[in-house]
């Protein structure tokens, strides 16, 4: 965990904080994170599946020639110790505070926290075929809701964004593909 977060404090979403933050913000725009990929590698017991049965939620993979683009919310500083509280319980399921280089649509870059999963957590899923991950999002539901609107909404997210993404894309065409 970061000792002390950067000031102005910005939080960079690239999951389900893209479309449902659901905490006190002053600000938000695009902003993207080169050298990071999205991948649904991340199991989730506590949103979107349950211990057992977990679903497949999105975390960062570090790719050297990629950028991941998603949403930065800028917290007041009157909300900030609330704030962080708030989502190191909301993403306690294996994640943690990394701060990050994040850059705007133009030329400027700031500093920002972003939670993110590696290999070494207890939940983690890894990498498996797309089909497999397919599989898995269609059959996952958890306290947060289906899986499968977790994939949806966040390719609506992004598509809205103009953000490319063709491993979430790629995800949810193959989730709409009628089932046999």
């Known amino acids: 965990m970061i000792e002390a977060p950067p000031e102005p404090l910005w939080i960079f979403g690239y999951g389900s904080l893209v479309w449902r933050p659901a905490f006190p913000f002053v600000e938000q725009r695009p902003a993207r994170l080169a050298g990071w990929a999205r991948r649904f590698w991340q199991g989730s017991t506590d949103h979107r599946g349950v211990p057992g049965a977990p679903g497949r939620v999105v975390t960062l993979v570090r790719?050297?020639?990629?950028?991941?683009?998603?949403?930065?919310y800028r917290v007041a500083r009157r909300d900030r110790e609330g704030v962080l509280a708030?989502?190191?319980?909301?993403?306690?399921?294996?994640?943690?505070?990394?701060?990050?280089?994040?850059?705007?649509?133009?030329?400027g870059t700031f500093r920002g926290l972003v939670y993110l999963a590696t290999s070494d957590n207890p939940n983690y899923l890894g990498e498996a075929p797309l089909a497999e991950i397919a599989e898995q999002v269609r059959g996952s539901r958890g306290p947060s809701g289906e899986n499968l609107e977790y994939v949806r909404r966040l390719a609506a997210a992004l598509r809205g964004l103009d953000a490319a993404d063709e491993h979430v894309f790629a995800l949810d065409r193959l989730l709409k593909e009628p089932q046999d």
């Open 63 to 72: 790719s050297p020639l990629e950028e991941c683009w998603g949403v930065a």
């Open 86 to 107: 708030q989502l190191d319980h909301r993403e306690k399921g294996g994640y943690m505070r990394v701060e990050v280089e994040l850059a705007n649509r133009g030329d």
